[in-house]
């Protein structure tokens, strides 16, 4: 199974911090990340949300991980295909 984490954020501190949890998940795990702050036009979250997942397959599992949030253990993504 694929796995797609997909991510919004607004000038987010933690962003950083979001992208390495993801990244920490292991290999196979793509993340796409929108810095909203520097679209021009501005888009909502749930447009840029469709936007990323317009193209992935039907049995894509995919994650929503907010931009200031991260990904608590380096198995939650395995966990929550499992589940």
């Known amino acids: 199974m694929n796995t797609v984490v997909l991510s919004t954020g607004w000038k987010s501190p933690h962003a950083?911090?979001?992208k390495a949890s993801v990244h920490a998940q292991g290999v196979g795990i793509e993340h796409r990340y929108?810095?909203?702050s520097e679209q021009t036009?501005?888009?909502t979250k749930l447009e840029n949300l469709v936007?990323?997942?317009s193209d992935l397959a039907?049995?894509?599992m995919i994650?929503?991980?907010d931009g200031d949030?991260?990904?608590s253990h380096r198995g939650a993504l395995e966990?929550?295909?499992i589940e």
């Open 16 to 18: 950083s911090v979001c």
């Open 34 to 36: 929108v810095e909203a």
């Open 58 to 60: 039907p049995d894509t």
């Open 63 to 65: 994650a929503f991980v």
């Open 79 to 81: 966990r929550a295909a």
């Open 41 to 43: 036009p501005k888009r």
């Open 51 to 53: 936007e990323m997942a």
């Open 69 to 71: 949030d991260w990904l």
